[in-house]
């Protein structure tokens, strides 16, 4: 078939990316023409396609694949790192050869490197030279005798593999003699360390050419933009290979972003720079990350984040304007307005180190914070800052707009205003293990929250000002209480003494402690209030107030 009668390549891309699984079986198989529909494909969207509908399920796409693109599969497929994987790479011979006859077999061995072939072999056979040892002993049932009487070649690998080996042996004999006669001698003598480093510089190229970068070039993008949004007039990258295919198909998220709805405002020029300068910006987000293409369920996430990354970029830039959003998505790499969403990232995790260490000189800010902003914390400390969302299927995940870093930055404001408080209180690290050792307690399990609300209730209870509170004010802690809420006295005792606190703080910290105060009276009425509500409870169960850890047993007034 002519390929003015095929759909476009920018449709089989899109077509392609967007089919779920096994539907993408259905998709190649079922057009007018497989093999052409396939082989005008990017070898990389066959791939991760191949993936999808599962290496058992696709020797039929495998065999319909052009010998470059197969290399390719081994590219992507039979590495870990910087060094091939055998078992894969035979793999990938066998599917070659389930799908397709033995000529369609050849054409993709011959495709492969010659050093990967020899290190596949070395790894699964074993050559004996018949000069040198007339009556080899075999260790493996299945071996092969070369015509001329030369060598015999043991082949350890079983099953299909096994067949598949022997396959390609009897083929390199059949096809030329003399050359699998150097082939077995090399594989008897070549040095594997130098077959592995002139295999890793081949594919090094060509992963270049499907726009992998080397490590160095891939960390790039997680450095901040130094001028923020001017530093956004670099022009776009001209399209590539890769031009005309709906990349961000490629990789989805669970909500639908400012760059979702910006990309789809785009002309068509426009669309296929954006589309190059993104898959460009994913290929480097998985190597910045060390995740090889193979690894999908840890690559999944990284281009995930890396596509929240760039919709924060993106709002950043164009204020969250979507006319602007789409202008600016047209005439800006992507790799810059991720930049950009790194500096702001950057900027507030900075913050939050900070306030970690300030805190630190109490107890570590993860253990004295309460959650969720411990967690927040936590997630702006790595490497690679997250956000703590317990709403999402993994908590912590990249942000994708400036609500996220909105929160994130009030999360930091409140770490700093509990580390203040706790200076108000003259809680030191001394301190801390003294009120900890007396309620039973390690001190990493005692928050900001519970050291608080013990001084409020002490306050609600004329209390003299000792920690924690002790067996007589434990039993008259349901006074406070009215039908498991507090009472109007109570809360306004308590009340008087968060405005005794805020008072005592640095005015700019001030609006932080004010966000974190009703949460904190909701834990006290939330916890000890329905059991006091229900006649009694045991203060030493409690966790919003310390109380003595001596102190058992003891019921409502």
């Known amino acids: 078939m002519s390929d003015s009668k095929l759909p476009s390549v920018a449709w089989s891309r899109a077509a392609l990316a967007t089919a779920p699984g096994r539907c993408k079986l259905d998709l190649i198989l079922g057009s007018a023409d497989p093999a052409a529909f396939v082989r005008r494909l990017p070898a990389e969207d066959l791939y991760f396609a191949v993936r999808e509908i599962g290496l058992a399920d696709a020797a039929d796409v495998v065999a319909l694949a052009a010998p470059g693109q197969f290399r390719a599969f081994v590219d992507l497929d039979a590495w870990q790192h910087d060094r091939p994987d055998p078992a894969r790479v035979l793999q990938w011979l066998r599917l070659a050869g389930e799908g397709g006859g033995p000529a369609d077999l050849r054409r993709k061995r011959k495709a492969l490197d010659a050093e990967i072939l020899l290190l596949?072999?070395?790894?699964?056979?074993?050559v004996h030279a018949l000069e040198e040892e007339p009556e080899p002993v075999l260790e493996h049932d299945d071996f092969i005798r070369t015509p001329e009487g030369k060598y015999v070649v043991e082949i350890a690998a079983k099953g299909d593999e096994g067949r598949t080996l022997r396959r390609v042996l009897e083929d390199l004999v059949d096809e030329n003699p003399f050359e699998s006669a150097r082939l077995f001698e090399a594989l008897r003598w070549e040095l594997s360390s130098e077959l592995e480093e002139m295999s890793l510089r081949w594919r090094t190229g060509r992963m270049r050419d499907m726009g992998f970068p080397d490590p160095e070039e891939a960390a790039v993008v997680w450095t901040p933009l130094p001028d923020g949004a001017a530093g956004l007039r670099a022009p776009p990258a001209?399209?590539?290979?890769?031009?005309?295919?709906?990349?961000?198909?490629?990789?989805?998220?669970?909500?639908?972003?400012?760059?979702?709805?910006a990309a789809e405002r785009l002309e068509d020029d426009a669309r296929t720079r954006f589309n190059e300068g993104l898959v460009y910006l994913l290929n480097c987000a998985l190597v910045a990350e060390g995740v090889e293409p193979r690894d999908l369920d840890h690559a999944r996430p990284v281009l995930v984040a890396a596509r929240d990354m760039l919709s924060l970029g993106l709002e950043i830039a164009s204020n969250g304007d979507e006319d602007a959003a789409a202008g600016t998505l047209a005439a800006t790499p992507p790799k810059l307005l991720f930049r950009l969403a790194v500096a702001r990232l950057f900027s507030v995790a900075r913050d939050a180190a900070r306030a970690a260490r300030r805190l630190g000189e109490v107890a570590p800010a993860a253990n004295l914070l309460d959650s969720p902003d411990a967690e927040m914390i936590a997630g702006l400390l790595r490497r690679h800052p997250r956000i703590h969302d317990p709403r999402a299927a993994e908590p912590w995940r990249a942000p994708r707009d400036r609500a996220d870093l909105d929160a994130a930055s009030r999360t930091v404001a409140r770490a700093v205003a509990s580390a203040e408080v706790l200076h108000s209180m003259r809680i030191d690290r001394t301190a801390l293990e003294g009120i900890a050792e007396r309620a039973g307690r390690a001190r990493t399990a005692v928050t900001v929250g519970q050291l608080v609300l013990t001084a409020a209730v002490r306050a609600a209870l004329d209390v003299p000002e000792t920690a924690p509170v002790d067996a007589e004010a434990a039993g008259r802690l349901c006074s406070l209480f009215d039908a498991g809420r507090l009472s109007?006295?109570?809360r306004s005792s308590i009340e008087r003494f968060f405005a005794g606190l805020r008072a005592s703080l640095p005015p700019d910290v001030r609006p932080a402690l004010d966000e974190s105060i009703?949460?904190?009276?909701?834990?006290?009425?939330?916890?000890?209030?329905?059991?006091?509500?229900?006649?009694?409870?045991?203060?030493?169960?409690?966790?919003?107030?310390?109380?003595?850890?001596?102190?058992?047993?003891?019921?409502?007034?």
């Open 120 to 126: 596949t072999l070395r790894a699964h056979v074993v």
């Open 238 to 261: 001209e399209p590539g290979p890769l031009s005309g295919v709906p990349a961000l198909l490629l990789v989805g998220g669970s909500a639908i972003l400012l760059l979702d709805r």
């Open 488 to 490: 109007e006295r109570a």
């Open 518 to 557: 009703p949460g904190w009276i909701s834990r006290l009425e939330d916890e000890p209030g329905p059991a006091c509500a229900a006649g009694g409870f045991d203060p030493t169960l409690l966790e919003c107030v310390l109380a003595e850890a001596a102190v058992t047993g003891i019921g409502a007034p």
